[in-house]
């Protein structure tokens, strides 16, 4: 048996992500916080799909070595090649509203809830409920100590 305390520290590998990831990202300065984000104070509203259905092409998603490789469209198209995110879209409750703000290229994106919006997709639903949060906000969803 050997300690594991006493092995030299495993080489971190670089994560790779796909440049149409970093192409539609928000370039936040600092990583959020889901509980922070959840408890703004912003209004729910109804929007079409279709306004976010740009999103299923891009590469948001991590592959099982922590690359962001995976666009939504890939899993709707072989979900069982994705089993992690095929059972969190299965088990994604659609009765809470995404959280959205405007990327950089002035376009609505989701800060939280993608595997929600596919589940809709995938049931032919035409509307989401949305939270679209102010970019003067988003500083409030800032982890502690990162």
């Known amino acids: 048996m ?14 790779y992500v796909d440049p149409r990831h ?6 936040l300065p600092f990583w959020r916080d889901n509980e922070k984000l959840w408890a703004l104070d912003v209004p729910t509203e109804e929007m079409q799909i ?5 999103i299923l092409d891009i590469p948001f998603w991590e592959n099982e070595q922590g690359d962001i490789v995976i ?10 090649q994705y089993p992690g995110h095929r059972d969190r879209i299965n088990g994604g409750d659609t009765s809470f509203p995404l959280d959205i ?3 950089r290229k ?3 994106l989701t800060l ?8 809709l997709v995938l049931e032919g639903a035409s509307t989401v409920q949305v939270r679209k949060i102010p970019p003067e906000l ?3 969803t800032a982890r502690n100590n990162v």
């Open 50 to 54: 279709d306004e976010l259905r740009w």
């Open 138 to 140: 988003i500083h409030l």
């Open 106 to 108: 002035g376009k609505w």
């Open 71 to 80: 666009a939504p469209n890939e899993v709707i198209q072989n979900a069982d």
């Open 101 to 103: 703000m405007k990327n």
């Open 22 to 27: 970093t192409e539609h990202a928000f370039d």
């Open 2 to 15: 050997t300690d594991e305390s006493k092995d030299p520290p495993k080489e971190e590998r670089e994560i």
């Open 112 to 119: 939280d809830g993608l595997h929600r919006l596919v589940k």
